[in-house]
């Protein structure tokens, strides 16, 4: 009987651990999650910040071969 109660002491433990480390997890992405949330990534760039890539250029036949050169 004494063993019994020893296992379900250490069951407990364990599943109380589990439990807290799981809450802070979550909380933890909760955290993250609103940080991030408002994060505009599509934004213009500010600044002296020049365009790289001009989609206008070259026609359809090139960039459909650089598409299966490059596999992008």
Known sequence: MGRVIHLVKEFLKVLIIF???TIFFYYGLRLMHEEYENFHRYDRPEGR???VFDQ???NLLDRLSIF?????
Do not use: Q
Request: proline share 0%; charged share 30%; aromatic share 8%.
């Open 49 to 51: 910040a020049i365009k």
């Open 19 to 21: 439990m807290v480390c």
């Open 68 to 72: 299966f050169r490059l596999g992008e």
């Open 56 to 58: 206008n250029d070259g």
